[in-house]
């Protein structure tokens, strides 16, 4: 069922709809420019900050660039002897640059001076254990006595000298790639993010070779000078991370920079007094640092990173050593620092016969199997025969897959990661490595496409996959020491340490020396300078990214901001929130407001409807017009009157087409029969006489009967005019049947045709009697002339029962007829030619030959019609009359036999039958609701019929009309 609604709770549904839908498309329009101006403002104040970072960073750069070229063409670089005058053009240098760490001079001697600015970074000051007081730091290292030595001097800001000390040092700038590079290159030279052996803090440096080739001058920027710039732009935890970073993905500064470390607490190794004594007379121990090999050992920013860092730093927690790490240098170079005694620990080494007699291995700390990385997965070492596998250079492994698969062609790398360049660029086929390292390169760089194998075939001892440390071949102290340490960090640190850094199932492990995976999806539409909606761990990010300049340096630079949606969409989503919750509040004062508001138009909705069931009810004189101040209402209703005034104007038109209706099938009926003709239209004048009659009468018999209004008395007059509609339906020569034997025609011929051949046929058979005999010609003429006047006779009794004036009981007569039809005579013709062919159908049989002796009055097959319809539809009337077998039986001596009238029971029922037919045709009329049709009939004993439609007053006053109209209306053919 349709629910439905008043118009008031429609109108004031329809208002709030609308006031809702207004309220949310003002706070869908606040929320879309609301967040389009945060996000613009966040992403000016993005643009601010990059703009100050490039500034920041271009400043260094071309000041540091600017600086080194023009210093590097001072006459006095050339003159080591000219120290003082050296000393004043740097000190100038980094008063107007305070950015610059140092600015320093390396010669091909290998001596090496610096002038250190101490204000530059408080790391510096605590490090070379300068006094608050001191400014300057001047450090020379020279060749003296033999020995390499380096003096630091100390000055405060009016380069007053406070201290000096001078301490032996491994330090050669010679070996520096800052120095290398200067001389390869000619130019001037940029580094990659290193750890400054001094500070052991991450720096960059810019070197320029001097005109002599022969010295190079060079200028120290700390990277925790731009960590700390971009922290003072507002970037921290909350806020999101700024970074900048190289096109590859690799760091080189961000606003959190400080290192990892592990928080939980280890207790303090128990030493031998040896041991004890052995470490207090040592200096700060050099470890290596390699620059990339996740997560083993690798520098972020230039900061030592990995699993190995960490534990080196545990041992240091537990046993007190003091360690400085040396990084910016590639393996090879760190096993050949090494090997010339200029480090102390070389630490991530795989022991194997080659480099077992480089120093003494500690106990091994980690095992780490090996794998290949390849663009197909389960590749393994045999099904490399005859390809190419990438390996890092001086990698301790090499010679033994040469032993086991000579058919492999090897291909050494500077580094894993570029071995797996090499894959993916299809310039080796496959990698070798120990498998954490190839998954951590493969997650931080996004190599997809290289597939992880760790099942290759590789036979190998078990020392090759175990990483130990290797000390000095005098330190057995170092080695114990290391020793027992690694034996005494608890199990539950080292798991630690492995789910920190050896993981399989984290894709990035801790202190990555990368940025996060968003940063580098930013990156490609970096060309856009806008912020950039992705996911982070899970979380929806913001990420701003723009390219930097980098003049020394040929490999893009980037600032990337990475921020939480949070926090740029915060506070105007609590803005949001606010007007969402006042419009509701507002909505929900209006509401109760809107329900009066409703009243001018639900008054006069309700009084239309008023008039408008007035209609309904046909009560249109008491139809009038509902003002109202909405215009639409009010043409609404002036419609309605108008309206009413039509459906007038449209009733009286169709009552008078219907009357013309109903009189032009009276017509038509009254005009069908000349003996009942003018009936059907004196029966209308008739009954309205005498209903009228009864009314105007004060008897008692009518005292209760009256006729009210117009629409009474018209319905009483269609009454009368199509109380013999039904007659439409029967044939008119059944009703105009004067005779027996006639149907469209008087078959009194066919039977006069007949005696007029046993006419012929008696003069035909005296004829030939008197031929055969002539002298009886007197008698054969006498019994014909009796015979013919025998036929006239007959044919003048047949004629006469035709006529059926006469009640023809008489059994005599019957049995004259039942004679004269015993009657033959020949018959010549075919009587089936010149049929229809629903007068064919009605013969039985086939046809019989010619001649054909027939009767003279003949009841055939022929002469039967059967019924094409039932008559069941009688008993759903109300109608019990007895209905013949056929619909007519045209049999000659049927007809004849006929005791009173013309009509055989069949035409009798046929024409009764038009009562039924008006019945039918009235009942299927679409009479209007108050209209009833109502079956008025005579008494049983009449067997009459006849309809009167009657108002719906009929029933209440017990069927006034049909008491009255009865004796006039019901059927009175003879």
């Known amino acids: 069922m349709t629910l439905r609604a008043g118009i008031r709770l429609t109108t004031v549904s329809v208002f709030f709809l609308v006031t809702l839908a207004v309220a949310l498309i003002a706070i869908s329009l606040q929320y879309y420019f609301g967040q389009r101006m945060a996000r613009d403002v966040a992403q000016e104040h993005y643009l601010q900050a990059s703009n100050s970072v490039v500034s920041q960073l271009s400043n260094m750069e071309k000041q540091g660039a600017n600086t080194i070229r023009l210093i590097s063409q001072l006459p006095a670089l050339l003159d080591s002897?000219?120290?003082?005058?050296?000393?004043?053009?740097?000190?100038?240098?980094?008063?107007?640059?305070?950015?610059?760490?140092?600015?320093?001079?390396?010669?091909?001697?290998?001596?090496?001076?610096?002038?250190?600015?101490?204000?530059?970074?408080?790391?510096?000051?605590?490090?070379?254990?300068?006094?608050?007081?001191?400014?300057?730091?001047?450090?020379?290292?020279?060749?003296?006595?033999?020995?390499?030595?380096?003096?630091?001097?100390?000055?405060?800001s009016a380069f007053n000298l406070r201290w000096q000390h001078s301490e032996l040092s491994d330090y050669d700038p010679r070996q520096r790639p800052w120095y290398r590079e200067a001389q390869q290159r000619q130019t001037l030279y940029q580094t990659e993010p290193y750890l400054f052996a001094q500070l052991q803090a991450p720096g960059m440096t810019l070197s320029q070779v001097l005109p002599d080739q022969q010295s190079v001058v060079g200028i120290d920027l700390l990277l925790t000078t731009l960590s700390d710039f971009l922290q003072t732009q507002g970037f921290g935890t909350h806020s999101g991370h700024a970074y900048i970073f190289q096109q590859s993905g690799d760091l080189i500064a961000s606003s959190q920079h400080g290192p990892a470390t592990l928080s939980s607490y280890l207790p303090t190794l128990v030493l031998t007094d040896e041991e004890q004594r052995w470490l207090q007379q040592q200096d700060t121990l050099?470890?290596?640092?390699?620059?990339?090999?996740?997560?083993?050992?690798?520098?972020?920013?230039?900061?030592?990173?990995?699993?190995?860092?960490?534990?080196?730093?545990?041992?240091?927690?537990?046993?007190?050593?003091?360690?400085?790490?040396?990084?910016?240098?590639?393996?090879?170079?760190?096993?050949?620092?090494?090997?010339?005694?200029?480090?102390d620990i070389l630490h991530s080494v795989f022991l194997t016969d080659a480099n077992r007699h480089w120093g003494l291995a500690s106990t091994a700390y980690a095992t780490l199997p090996f794998a290949l990385a390849a663009k197909q997965d389960g590749v393994s070492l045999s099904q490399l025969a005859g390809r190419s596998l990438a390996i890092p250079a001086g990698w301790s492994v090499i010679p033994i897959v040469q032993q086991q698969f000579p058919d492999i062609q090897i291909r050494q790398a500077e580094s894993t990661l570029e071995a797996m360049q090499w894959v993916q660029q299809g310039l080796a086929d496959a990698a070798?490595?120990?498998?954490?390292?190839?998954?951590?390169?493969?997650?931080?760089?996004?190599?997809?496409?290289?597939?992880?194998?760790?099942?290759?075939?590789?036979?190998?001892?078990?020392?090759?996959?175990?990483?130990?440390?290797?000390?000095?071949?005098?330190?057995?102290?170092?080695q114990r020491i290391l020793n027992k340490a690694i034996a005494a960090i608890p199990e539950q640190h080292l798991q630690t340490l492995k789910s920190r850094w050896l993981d399989p199932y984290n894709a990035h492990p801790a202190s990555s020396n990368r940025v996060p995976p968003a940063m580098l999806e930013a990156q490609a539409q970096v060309s856009q300078h806008a912020l950039v909606p992705l996911q982070h761990n899970g979380k929806p990010y913001y990420a701003y990214v723009r390219t930097l300049e980098n003049p020394a340096n040929s490999q893009h630079r980037y600032f990337g901001v990475l921020v939480p949606q949070a926090v740029v969409d915060g506070p105007f989503m609590q803005q949001v929130?606010?007007?969402?919750?006042?419009?509701?509040?507002?909505?929900?004062?209006?509401?109760?407001?809107?329900?009066?508001?409703?009243?001018?138009?639900?008054?006069?909705?309700?009084?239309?409807?008023?008039?408008?069931?007035?209609?309904?009810?046909?009560?249109?004189?008491?139809?009038?017009?509902?003002?109202?101040?909405?215009?639409e209402l009010d043409q609404l209703s002036e419609s309605i009157v108008q309206m009413v005034q039509t459906i007038k104007q449209q009733e009286q038109s169709q009552r008078d087409l219907l009357d013309a209706f109903i009189q032009l099938i009276a017509d038509a009926i009254d005009q069908k029969s000349p003996y009942t003709g003018g009936h059907c239209a004196r029966v209308p004048e008739l009954a309205l006489l005498l209903v009228k009659a009864a009314d105007d009468s004060q008897d008692d018999a009518f005292k209760d009967f009256s006729v009210e209004g117009r629409d009474a008395w018209r319905e009483l007059r269609i009454a009368a005019w199509l109380h013999d509609c039904g007659k439409v339906t029967t044939p008119e020569y059944v009703v105009d049947k004067a005779t027996k034997l006639e149907t469209i025609h008087n078959r009194i011929h066919e039977i006069r045709t007949r005696f007029e051949v046993l006419w012929r046929d008696a003069e035909i058979t005296r004829l030939r009697q008197?031929?055969?005999?002539?002298?009886?010609?007197?008698?054969?003429?006498?019994?014909?002339?009796?015979?013919?006047?025998?036929?006239?006779?007959?044919?003048?009794?047949?004629?006469?029962?035709?006529?059926?004036?006469?009640?023809?009981?008489?059994?005599?007569?019957?049995?004259?007829?039942?004679?004269?039809?015993?009657?033959?005579?020949?018959?010549?013709?075919?009587?089936?030619?010149?049929?229809?062919?629903?007068?064919?159908?009605?013969?039985?049989?086939?046809?019989?030959?010619?001649?054909?002796?027939?009767?003279?009055?003949?009841?055939?097959?022929?002469?039967?019609?059967?019924?094409?319809?039932?008559?069941?539809?009688?008993?759903?009337?109300?109608?019990?009359?007895?209905?013949?077998?056929?619909?007519?039986?045209?049999?000659?001596?049927?007809?004849?036999?006929?005791?009173?009238?013309?009509l055989t029971p069949e035409e009798r029922f046929k024409i009764n039958e038009h009562i039924i037919a008006t019945i039918r045709m009235l009942e299927a009329l679409p009479f209007p609701p108050s209209w009833h049709p109502f079956r008025a009939t005579p008494p049983p004993t009449t067997k009459k019929w006849t309809v009167v439609v009657t108002h719906a007053s009929c029933r209440r006053n017990n069927c006034r009309y049909q008491n009255v109209c009865w004796p006039l209306l019901t059927c009175s053919k003879p």
């Open 577 to 631: 929130k606010i007007s969402i919750a006042i419009s509701a509040a507002i909505l929900a004062l209006i509401l109760p407001l809107s329900w009066a508001f409703a009243y001018p138009i639900v008054r006069p909705v309700r009084e239309l409807a008023a008039e408008n069931d007035k209609i309904r009810m046909h009560r249109e004189s008491h139809v009038k017009h509902v003002p109202s101040r909405i215009l």
């Open 81 to 156: 002897d000219q120290e003082l005058t050296i000393r004043q053009y740097f000190k100038r240098v980094l008063q107007q640059n305070p950015a610059f760490y140092g600015v320093y001079i390396g010669r091909d001697d290998g001596y090496f001076y610096e002038l250190i600015n101490l204000e530059t970074s408080e790391s510096a000051r605590a490090t070379l254990n300068a006094h608050p007081s001191d400014r300057w730091v001047e450090m020379r290292v020279r060749q003296v006595d033999g020995e390499r030595t380096r003096q630091l001097q100390y000055y405060d």
């Open 286 to 343: 050099r470890v290596s640092n390699e620059l990339n090999w996740p997560p083993m050992d690798f520098a972020l920013e230039g900061q030592p990173r990995g699993y190995s860092i960490d534990l080196l730093h545990m041992i240091a927690q537990i046993t007190g050593m003091e360690m400085t790490f040396v990084n910016g240098l590639s393996w090879e170079q760190l096993v050949e620092r090494f090997q010339n005694n200029e480090l």
């Open 770 to 902: 008197t031929l055969a005999n002539p002298e009886q010609q007197s008698l054969w003429q006498q019994q014909c002339d009796e015979k013919q006047q025998q036929l006239k006779d007959d044919f003048e009794f047949i004629a006469s029962c035709n006529i059926g004036g006469e009640y023809q009981d008489d059994a005599k007569q019957q049995q004259r007829l039942q004679q004269l039809a015993d009657t033959t005579w020949q018959r010549h013709f075919d009587d089936r030619l010149g049929l229809s062919i629903a007068e064919i159908k009605r013969f039985a049989g086939p046809a019989a030959d010619l001649p054909v002796t027939e009767p003279l009055l003949k009841d055939g097959p022929e002469h039967i019609i059967e019924r094409e319809h039932d008559l069941s539809y009688m008993e759903s009337l109300g109608i019990q009359i007895e209905a013949p077998e056929y619909l007519y039986n045209r049999g000659e001596l049927h007809n004849l036999m006929i005791s009173r009238g013309t």
């Open 432 to 478: 070798l490595d120990n498998a954490v390292v190839l998954r951590t390169l493969k997650s931080s760089y996004y190599l997809n496409d290289i597939k992880i194998s760790n099942h290759i075939g590789l036979t190998v001892n078990e020392s090759l996959e175990q990483l130990v440390m290797l000390v000095q071949p005098e330190n057995t102290q170092l």
